[in-house]
Nanobody, 125 residues
Framework: QMEVAESGGGLVQAGGSLRLSCTAS????????MGWFRQAPGQERKGVSC????????SYIASVKGRFTISRDNAKNTLYLQMNSLKPEDTGTYYC??????????????????WGQGTHVIVSS
């Protein structure tokens, strides 16, 4: 069974930084394209960033480009999201998942049919 566990969220002031982690179990991370998703309060979950299987290809939505960095350590079966210069609009619950694809235009859909608990990020102004 494909499972993930997100961690690293918290309360931070605007301009601060957080590093999110996503530990995969039940599947080898290195075999899958992975994505980070964000669900803001009262909104749908949306893709934020994605990474090819080796991490050589990455993609970001416009609002986080230049501030967020996705990376992965396949040996540790862990995906990361370094978030710098955080803004109040980055507030939400962050999830990771193996996805159907990753292009410069979009983050693909969750291919596992499973969502972890997510990790909460609150950015105060």
């Amino acid at each position: 069974q494909m499972e993930v566990a997100e961690s690293g969220g918290g309360l931070v002031q605007a301009g601060g930084s957080l590093r999110l982690s996503c530990t995969a179990s039940g599947f080898p991370l290195g075999d899958y394209i992975m994505g980070w998703f964000r669900q803001a309060p009262g909104q749908e979950r949306k893709g934020v960033s994605c990474s090819g299987t080796t991490g050589d290809f990455t993609s970001y939505i416009a609002s986080v480009k230049g501030r967020f960095t996705i990376s992965r350590d396949n040996a540790k079966n862990t995906l990361y999201l370094q978030m710098n210069s955080l803004k109040p609009e980055d507030t939400g619950t962050y999830y990771c998942a193996p996805i159907t694809g990753c292009t410069i235009y979009r983050v693909g859909h969750n291919r596992s049919g499973y969502w972890g608990q997510g990790t909460h990020v609150i950015v105060s102004s």
